[in-house]
């Protein structure tokens, strides 16, 4: 059974930083496909940043340059450092692993983590 657990949301201010991790088990985690996705109140679901099993990456045009996502096989854990952060990056961040090994459909979501950022 795969399993998502999200940690390291809290409460900041603008221009200060965060570091979420989301520990994976049930799963060759190595093989899989890796996402942050985060959703602010009243909005849609948005992607946010991804990393694949050979450790390639893509990123939102709004999280460009400030956020940094990395995985560390070894400890099963995909982590999204956040700096620079802005009070629009308010949400929940919730972390996904891929539907099956070196596919890029996502199949398993964690509970979330809540990001705020005050002004």
């Known amino acids: 059974q795969v399993q998502l657990v999200e940690s390291g949301g809290g409460l900041v201010q603008a221009g200060g930083s965060l570091r979420l991790s989301c520990a994976a088990s049930g799963l060759t985690f190595s093989r899989y496909r890796m996402a942050w996705f985060r959703q602010a109140p009243g909005k849609e679901r948005e992607f946010v940043a991804d990393?694949?099993?050979?450790?390639?990456?893509s990123y939102s045009d709004s999280v460009k340059g400030r956020f940094t996502i990395t995985r560390d096989n070894a400890k099963n854990t995909v982590y999204l450092q956040m700096n620079s952060l802005k009070p629009e990056d308010t949400a929940v961040y919730y972390c996904?692993?891929?539907?099956?090994?070196?596919?890029?459909?996502?199949?398993?979501w964690g509970q979330g983590t809540q990001v705020t950022v005050s002004s």
């Open positions: 990393i694949n099993w050979s450790g390639g990456t």
């Open positions: 996904a692993a891929g539907q099956r090994h070196y596919s890029n459909e996502l199949g398993y």
